[in-house]
């Protein structure tokens, strides 16, 4: 009994567990005739090991974690790379990295620059059609959507679970503007999607609010569930209302975007790239309004609610209007997300907006760092762009739904070892470790120290 | 906008000679409502946490003993007695299934965060990872589609209450859940083991200076709700079959009746699991058939609205 308590064999345990799940989530599929079968032949299928010769996928998979751990231990004894100095010195070149690029103004405006300069030479660059289409559709607008999010959960702490209401809520409003629904256009007037901006962002924060005012006021996590609800009775109602909506078969074809100002004519066609620019160009005007909006006396207040909401009501901050304030900036980017996708795509049905994508968009936000613009940014590409590339590439045994696996994975783990995301924001990261060392919000001062911080 | 009237259902007669089928079914279904709610509402008493990984422990129990039964009757018609064992091991099956499911959960998605005393928003999102993580693996090791369970027994109509023909599942499930919660009840409220729960759900720290182990007991409770939570995903799957999305609806439903009773009081999900059921039951005489998910919602958010603390007041510590 002593032996499987002392920490060696949790470690053993944990690393065995751990050696397990990761064989059976990248395994072949089972089905229900043989239910065991996706588990067996997780380990026993053949694969190449390395390379060298064939071999089963558990003997393989055993083999890369023993190459791991074993590459670990071997920093550790011979005492050249001490691993913790190692990930102290990473942190600190990446923090000074960061630090040097915020802080200074030049420096900071010179890579946002560079940035922009590289998004748009890269449909020039990048030609293969399959990764046009997806830096529109899966990496540009979820980029967009991810800061959208970030407003909710990340600045003002609620956590959204239906996002992906307030997207359909303004795809389908595109498709209602535009007269590709059963459901006849407002006055018989089929306009381009253009003018479903407004009334999409309109729509979807009246719903924002309707849906918030009842349930920010109550805890956190009952926001989340209430959230995960709405997500689910919008797509009951998408698909139902069939004279409405359309049912399971969705809208007609929704027209393209398209300028008619004078002289000036363009209308945005099948070709990716101009839709890639049209959206480039929203994500800016995003960036520069959120970035704004943190700094701003809302996103002050949000900090305050955040750290104290007790705290920040007596100095007559108002908890509610700046919750659903957030709710609704937050909401009011997906509807904008949800109508450049509606003319992008043409066709929209309900399959669209499942529960997947709200999760997708958090592990976004939760991966780049709550809170953190430029994190969620950084994060969004990571994510949809190793996303694409295993869907792109579909190596040995790959099905796209285990992505949804591997995404679920991912949350755990963040949260587990790096909550406050890949590249944090100072303030948030600060909040998560004086929450974890049990220091009360009215002790916390720039000099407050925590435990193994130098002075 | 004539379409929206689809919503709307146009049996609201049905209700007069109805009444009572009406009744019994959304009994049947309140039981399984409330057994699932047990979970959420005993994980909330002592972390004040919702788990949102619960949905998928009711899949798991479904699957568990999908397969199971699957594998005991077979292709032949099980005999009187054979029918009994069956369904007694289909539910602990489930049960267990549940109950590793949770306990495996609490390990992996709340303990680490727990001994880092993360914020509150740190265990909901790793507890939606983990139900994202674990209806998805569901999905690829056992496929997409439902899959109607083998009947164990025959599931001839037993007798007639008023007009409401009874048959033998909605008796079994009336049975095997109040049976249950019955149990759960006596040993919150009578054994040692019940006592530590309850202790920590009323302070955890006091409890802990009084030689409770706190690690142990939250663990314990939630083998406990996840054991009723899996049997019912068994229950549930009888009637209307096993998929790997199963959870997602009857959780955020159970989830409805626990906030309805009073999350964290036992009782209360017992009262609102029962509720939830004979309301939803009843509104197919005002709502098409399609919406009737609508309704609990409605319900929740009503609820969350009028009496957030809902019928018999929150507190797992006082109430059980």
Same mark, same amino acid.
């Given at each position: 009994m002593k032996f499987f308590q002392s920490p060696a064999a949790k470690r053993w345990g944990s690393l065995i567990a751990l050696y397990a799940v990761v064989t059976v989530m990248t395994g072949p599929p089972g089905n229900q005739s043989s239910p065991t079968l996706g588990f067996t032949s997780s380990f026993s299928e053949t694969v190449s090991f390395f390379g060298l010769f064939p071999a089963p996928r558990g003997l393989f998979f055993a083999g890369l974690f023993a190459s791991v751990i074993g590459f670990i231990w071997l920093l550790r004894w011979s005492q050249t790379l001490k691993i913790d100095r190692f990930r102290r010195e990473y942190s600190v070149a990446l923090s000074e990295l960061y630090q040097g690029v915020a802080q200074r103004r030049a420096a900071r405006g010179g890579f946002y620059l560079v940035a922009l300069g590289v998004a748009i030479v890269l449909p020039h660059l990048v030609t293969d059609p399959f990764w046009q289409q997806a830096m529109v559709s899966q990496i540009a607008i979820y980029v967009l959507l991810a800061i959208g999010l970030n407003v909710v959960v990340g600045f003002a702490g609620l956590l959204d679970l239906g996002f992906v209401a307030f997207y359909a809520i303004g795809a389908y409003t595109t498709a209602w503007i535009t007269g590709a629904l059963p459901a006849a256009a407002p006055f018989h007037i089929h306009l381009n999607p253009f003018w479903a901006i407004p009334i999409a962002i309109v729509f979807v924060m009246i719903s924002g609010v309707l849906l918030g005012l009842?349930?920010?006021?109550?805890?956190g996590d009952y926001l989340a569930i209430v959230t995960l609800g709405f997500g689910e009775i919008v797509t009951i109602f998408l698909n139902n209302l069939y004279k409405i909506t359309g049912g399971s078969t969705g809208s007609n074809q929704i027209p393209h975007f398209s300028v008619h100002l004078g002289p000036l004519k363009y209308v945005w066609g099948l070709d990716p790239v101009p839709y890639y620019y049209l959206t480039l160009a929203f994500v800016v005007v995003f960036l520069f309004a959120f970035s704004a909006l943190e700094h701003s006396r809302v996103g002050r207040s949000w900090v305050a609610i955040r750290e104290d909401e007790i705290a920040a009501e007596s100095v007559g901050i108002n908890p509610l209007k700046y919750k659903v304030i957030a709710f609704a900036i937050g909401a009011a980017s997906a509807g904008f997300a949800g109508v450049i996708t509606g003319g992008q795509s043409l066709f929209i049905n309900? /399959? /669209?907006? /499942?529960l997947s994508f709200s999760i997708n968009i958090l592990v976004l936000v939760i991966f780049g760092g709550m809170g953190s613009i430029i994190g969620v940014v950084i994060g969004s590409l990571i994510i949809q762009t190793l996303s694409m590339y295993l869907i792109h590439a579909q190596p040995a045994g790959f099905q796209n739904s285990d992505l949804y696996i591997y995404l679920g994975a991912l949350l755990i783990a963040m949260m587990i070892f790096r909550p406050e995301g890949i590249w944090p924001s100072k303030r948030r990261r600060r909040e998560i470790q004086f929450v974890e060392a049990g220091v009360e919000p009215d002790q916390r001062t720039d000099e407050t120290r925590l435990n193994g911080e130098s002075a | 906008m004539g379409g929206f009237f689809s919503f709307f259902s146009s049996h609201f007669a049905t209700l007069g000679h109805e009444f009572w089928p009406l009744l019994v079914g959304g009994l049947a279904t309140g039981f399984i409502y409330s057994m699932v709610a047990i979970g959420y509402t005993m994980v909330y008493g002592v972390l004040r946490l919702i788990n949102f990984a619960h949905s998928e422990v009711f899949m798991t129990g479904g699957f568990a003993s999908f397969f199971l039964t699957k594998w005991l009757v077979g292709s032949g018609t099980p005999s009187a007695w054979q029918s009994v064992l069956y369904v007694i091991l289909g539910i602990l099956a489930g049960g267990l299934a549940g109950a590793a499911i949770a306990a495996a959960v609490e390990r992996v998605a709340y303990r680490p965060l727990r001994r880092r005393k993360a914020p509150k928003l740190a265990y909901l999102i790793s507890a939606i990872g983990a139900s994202y993580f674990l209806f998805n693996l569901a999905a690829k090791e056992f496929g997409r589609i439902n899959f109607a369970m083998t009947q164990p027994?025959?599931?001839?109509?037993l007798f007639t209450f008023a007009n409401a023909p009874v048959q033998m599942l909605d008796v079994l499930t009336l049975f095997a859940g109040l049976l249950m919660l019955v149990g759960l009840d006596r040993l919150v409220s009578k054994t040692k083991l019940g006592r530590s729960i309850r202790a920590v759900a009323q302070d955890a720290e006091t409890a802990s200076l009084m030689g409770v182990n706190i690690d142990r007991t939250i663990a314990v409770t939630f083998v406990l709700g996840g054991f009723l939570g899996g049997a019912a995903g068994y229950l549930f799957g009888l009637k209307f079959g096993v998929v790997y999305t199963m959870g997602f609806t009857p959780a955020l439903k159970a989830f409805t009746a626990a906030v309805l009773g009073g999350i964290g009081n036992l009782r209360g999900a017992l009262i609102g699991g029962l509720l939830l059921g004979v309301v939803e039951s009843m509104s197919v005489a005002f709502v098409n058939g399609a919406f009737i998910d609508v309704v609990s919602f409605a319900v929740l958010v009503l609820v969350l609205l009028v009496?957030?603390?809902?019928? *018999?007041?929150?507190? *797992?510590g006082r109430a059980a």
């Open positions: 009842p349930t920010l006021r109550l805890r309900p /399959t /669209t907006f /499942t | 027994f025959a599931n001839h109509v009496r957030p603390t809902g019928i *018999l007041g929150e507190s *797992l």
